[in-house]
């Protein structure tokens, strides 16, 4: 059963800034488009940033400029780098995997919370 297990969450103030690490029991990194989502209390789960296999990044317009995705296929692990954070980014991140042939997701991670205070 493949895994993917997030770890980095916690409790920041503002303008502080978080690494989140999502670790895959096998290669599914390398063999997908690993990305992260995030879900504030009483909204949609929202796609965060996404990496392909070539190292194209897509995120979200509220991120761009302050979250980096990353990728290390040797480890299985995908990495968001969040800088910068507001209390508008306080949600349960999620990493996720998707085939390439497919806009949705086939793994998930169990999510990790992010709290940034003011």
């Known amino acids: 059963q493949v895994q993917l297990v997030e770890s980095g969450g916690g409790l920041v103030q503002l303008g502080g800034s978080l690494r989140l690490s999502c670790a895959a029991s096998r290669s599914i990194v390398s063999n997908n488009v690993p990305g992260w989502y995030r879900q504030a209390p009483g909204k949609q789960r929202e796609l965060v940033a996404q990496i392909t296999s070539g190292g194209n990044r897509n995120y979200a317009d509220s991120v761009k400029g302050r979250f980096t995705i990353s990728r290390d296929n040797a480890k299985n692990t995908v990495y968001l780098q969040m800088n910068s954070l507001k209390p508008e980014d306080t949600a349960v991140y999620y990493c996720?995997?998707?085939?390439?042939?497919?806009?949705?997701?086939?793994?998930w991670g169990q999510g990790t919370q992010v709290t940034v205070s003011s």
């Open positions: 996720s995997a998707r085939p390439t042939y497919s806009d949705v997701p086939t793994y």
